[in-house]
């Protein structure tokens, strides 16, 4: 049995859930979202169906499908609803939670029912847009509004405005709350530059360009859930026994849960969803939270991932299971990440994420792959954790050697070969394939560099890589040489191991 509106009757579980799913094709389609990505799902799709069940937002999604790959019959067949697996560790106790939900109306094809997505723009129910079309989607391009459909994301979101625009008259009351989530610094200015040129290069009337000002908010926003997907196979297989139904869309997603948004009280207002769950939060700043999810979550992974490939983990709780590892990443978030944040943050609150984020890397329910946290590893280093290196050192003029590690790590993991049209690594007897864009460099550095000393100084100073001469922090490099030579010679965990041992006797 399937996942559906019609077969809700059949599934267990709480009669008053089964009414609410039943009536929620009636609630009005207020939100307009691009993209069907777990992520989507798994936290603004997610907000929207809590909210809903409380009778708090009392309205649903269309989701357009952007990309010509694959179709959209995985949401057709379950009436595009679909199960949340929340499985984590909360306040220190395991939690399992099933949620079906039903936040989407239904799920469009930009390419083969654009005028049906045009149609959604004249809706007076319509009041927001969300996306995530991944970092590359908010891209300025020479893009045609008038196409069928526009090739962009930019130019879609435009094109929707536009037809707004006209089939209201440009009446001051009929703007949009428009919310991207794409993982970009200021992702709502971004996005709102770039849409505000693309209306120049169009030749949109000047009526127009005042509407779009005026009557429309593009709120920066910050995303933070883990949400692999699908599981594998097998744990597929024992949670639909546990279900009772078959779901071609269920989703893994972690406990912890944010959505933090920039806006006044009409973006409140108008996004009453978050009234049902904490996780979402909407302030006039968010610099905060974006700079403690940014140091401390993504620069841990970033500084730690090219040392667990090295020492053979394959996921993250598989290495949050080894108490010299876990310990090593403890002493990194507190020692020297927490303490060196570019912008201001109470110690407390620092701490606290902190926290937070070596529960979530415990969590033995979510399979996070650590060669995926390398993708574009040189450029997650430049953002995530320079600018921390920096500040710790304008702070304490000293090495922070936890970060050095991590860097000497990098650097390893970057020694490759190319084969098949594809850089590759060998840790633990095992090839692994280096993605990112500087995989070339690296490669003939290590392959023409008469000794590590001079790999290290050449990578450090490097300033396009880091925009900076890491090479002139004092004593960095030597750090950065001296923890190369030693994993290389004894691997990455009898260090881990020496390095832990002398932070206890600190």
């Not at 962009?152 to 009446?171: M, Q, T």
């Not at 991207?180 to 971004?190: A, C, H, K, Q, Y």
């Not at 939270?289 to 394959?314: I, M, P, Q, W, Y």
């Not at 943050?345 to 792959?369: C, G, M, T, W, Y």
């Amino acid at each position: 049995m399937i996942l559906n509106k019609e077969n809700l009757i059949s599934i267990r579980g709480n009669e008053e859930l089964r009414r609410f799913h039943a009536k929620a094709s009636d609630l009005p389609e207020k939100v307009l979202q691009f993209g069907t990505g777990v992520l989507l799902r798994g936290l603004p799709d997610y907000f929207i169906d809590k909210a809903n069940k409380s009778g708090i937002f009392n309205g649903r999604a269309v989701v357009v499908k952007s990309t010509s790959k694959g179709n959209t019959d995985d949401f057709d067949r379950q009436d595009s609803m679909y199960t949340v697996a929340v499985r984590g560790i909360e306040s220190g106790q395991k939690t399992e939670e099933n949620i079906i939900c039903s936040s989407i109306s239904r799920v469009i094809n930009a390419h083969t029912e654009w005028n049906d997505i045009l149609a959604i723009a004249r809706s007076r129910d319509l009041e927001i847009i969300i996306s995530n079309t991944t970092e590359a989607g908010i891209q300025l391009t020479d893009d045609d509004i008038s196409a069928n459909p526009p090739g962009s994301f930019p130019g879609k979101l435009l094109a929707v405005l536009h037809e707004r625009y006209k089939a209201f008259n440009g009446d001051k009351d009929r703007g949009l709350v428009i919310v991207p989530t794409e993982l970009i610094s200021d992702n709502g200015r971004v996005l709102r530059e770039i849409v505000f040129t693309l209306a120049k290069q169009n030749n949109l009337e000047e009526g127009f360009f005042h509407w779009l000002e005026h009557s429309n908010t593009f709120c920066n926003s910050l995303v933070d859930r883990i949400v692999p997907g699908k599981p594998d196979a097998e744990a597929l297989e024992v949670l639909e026994e546990q279900l009772g139904y078959k779901d071609d869309l269920l989703i893994i997603a972690e406990v912890y849960r944010l959505w933090a948004i920039e806006g006044d009280e009409r973006v409140k207002d108008i996004l009453s969803f978050w009234r049902a769950d904490p996780g979402v939060v909407i302030t006039p700043d968010i610099a905060t939270f974006k700079e403690l999810k940014l140091r401390l979550l993504n620069g841990s992974h970033s500084l730690t991932c090219g040392l667990a490939v090295l020492a053979g983990f394959d996921t993250v709780h598989s290495a949050m299971i080894d108490d010299q590892f876990s310990a090593f990443i403890t002493e990194l978030l507190h020692r020297d990440l927490a303490r060196a944040i570019p912008h201001p943050v109470e110690p407390e609150d620092a701490l606290q994420f902190s926290n937070k984020v070596l529960d979530r890397f415990r969590n033995p329910f979510i399979r996070h792959q650590w060669i995926g946290i390398c993708v574009n590893y040189t450029l997650k280093l430049k953002m995530r954790v320079v600018p921390v290196l920096l500040r710790y050192y304008e702070t304490f003029n000293t090495v922070p050697q936890h970060i050095a590690f991590g860097f000497a790590a990098y650097l390893l993991f970057m020694r490759s070969e190319q084969r098949e049209k594809s850089f590759q690594g060998i840790a633990q007897g095992k090839n692994y394939k280096i993605d990112d864009e500087h995989a070339s460099y690296y490669s003939d550095l290590w392959s023409n560099a008469g000794s590590v000393e001079e790999v290290v100084s050449s990578a450090l100073s490097n300033e396009q890589l880091w925009s900076a001469d890491l090479s002139a922090l004092p004593g960095f490099a030597d750090a950065v040489k001296e923890h190369v030579r030693t994993i290389s010679d004894t691997g990455v965990m009898e260090n881990m191991k020496k390095m832990n041992s002398k932070n206890q006797k600190a």
